[in-house]
């Protein structure tokens, strides 16, 4: 059974944040708030981790298109190729946000993705998943979790979520509601911005 945590995303307590780390670090999987929906994440350095979200998403690993939520913009050219100045001052004007950008990947790119040409890029507006991966060191990998509910589509409430999820995964943490829209995803793999879905972000801004 995973453990359930508060943790107030106007001022993230430091042992907390440490604790959800240390099971991050140790293989772990931890559902967790951002700035739209909740996310379901892992260490992305960790092999077995991210075949456990594979697995739980019914989806082959190499097939996944997950996300990598990153801790600022310094963080993104760790996994991404050269931008031109447009990209980056679009990415600068817009995050952190409710974006996911699909951006060219580069070589070091795990092992997992490496057959990828693009990759999702994420910089929620949440201070407890922003302060996790800053401590963590990297970005963890993240996919939306999903309601069978038709009608719901996306679990909002921490509790609801904690009794659906947890003998699936190893942490849940109680950041409080979260919403029900999804990020709005553009692809700016190309240059020129595509939107690929629309959510919570305005779209209109491109």
């Not at 190729?81 to 951006?103: E, H, M, N, S, V």
């Not at 929620?124 to 996790?132: G, R, S, T």
Request: hydrophobic fraction near 35%; charge should be negative; proline fraction near 6%.
């Amino acid at each position: 059974m995973s453990q359930f945590i508060k943790i107030y995303p106007e001022n993230p307590n430091e042992a907390a944040i440490a604790k959800v780390v240390k099971v991050l670090k140790d293989g772990g999987l931890v559902i967790y708030p951002t700035d739209t929906v909740y996310g379901l994440g892992c260490d992305i350095t960790n092999t077995k981790a991210l075949e456990r979200i594979a697995k739980i998403k019914g989806i082959k690993l190499e097939k996944a298109n997950f996300s990598f939520i990153c801790h600022d913009l310094s963080n993104i050219s760790d996994y991404i190729r050269q931008i031109d100045t447009a990209t980056f001052k679009i990415l600068k004007r817009t995050l952190p946000g409710p974006y996911t950008f699909i951006l060219p990947g580069n070589n070091n790119l795990p092992k997992e993705f490496k057959k990828k040409k693009t990759v999702g890029i994420r910089v929620p507006n949440n201070a407890i998943v922003l302060e996790i991966v800053k401590l963590l060191g990297n970005p963890i990998v993240s996919t939306s979790i999903y309601d069978e509910d038709e009608v719901l589509e996306y679990s909002t409430d921490p509790e609801l979520i904690f009794e659906k999820w947890q003998n699936k995964v190893d942490l849940i943490i109680d950041g409080g509601y979260g919403d029900n829209q999804p990020s709005t995803i553009i692809d700016l793999s190309e240059g020129e911005p595509v939107v690929i879905r629309e959510g919570k972000g305005d779209s209109n801004i491109f």
